[in-house]
Nanobody, 125 residues
Framework: QVQLVESGGGSVQSGGSLRLSCAVR????????MAWFRQAPGKEREGVAV???????HYVDSLKGRFTISQDNDKKTLYLQMNDLKPEDTAMYYC???????????????????WGQGTEVSVSS
C-alpha cells in the first residue's frame, strides 16, 4: 500500500521559513518522480517543485530561489525547504508521486498517481 504523509506545515510571519517533509511508504522513490503541489483556498492545485528520476530538480518560475526540493532515499523522505515566505504562499501543500511523467506534465496534477493528505502552511504579513 502506497502512503505519502506530509508534515512540517504551520503558521509563520512573512519572511520566515519552513521545511516540509513527506514520508513515503510502499514505493521506491528512486523510480518515481516526486513532486510538491499546493492549493490555496478557492484556487486550483498548482505545481511547486519536482524531483525527477534523473535526480534533477524543477521549479515553477515564480518560486525559483526561495524554495528547494530534496530527497533522502535512505530515509524515504521528500523535503521542501521554503524561505522568505510570503502571504501568497499560504496554501495546503501536497506531496505526490508519479511512475511515468513527461517533462511537460511535471506541474500537472493529473499526471501523478499517488497523493498525500496535505500539510497546511499559513503566512501572515
Amino acid at each position: 500500500q502506497v502512503q505519502l504523509v506530509e508534515s512540517g506545515g504551520g503558521s509563520v510571519q512573512s519572511g520566515g521559513s519552513l521545511r516540509l517533509s513527506c514520508a513515503v511508504r510502499g514505493i521506491d522513490m528512486r523510480r518515481y518522480s516526486m513532486a510538491w503541489f499546493r492549493q490555496a483556498p478557492g484556487k486550483e492545485r498548482e505545481g511547486v517543485a519536482v524531483f525527477d528520476t534523473d535526480y534533477r530538480k524543477h521549479y515553477v518560475d515564480s518560486l525559483k530561489g526561495r524554495f528547494t526540493i530534496s530527497q533522502d532515499n535512505d530515509k524515504k523522505t521528500l523535503y521542501l525547504q521554503m524561505n522568505d515566505l510570503k502571504p501568497e504562499d499560504t496554501a495546503m501543500y501536497y506531496c505526490a508521486a508519479s511512475y511515468v511523467v513527461y517533462s511537460w506534465e511535471f506541474f500537472t496534477p493529473g499526471a501523478y498517481d499517488h497523493w498525500g493528505q496535505g500539510t497546511e502552511v499559513s503566512v501572515s504579513s
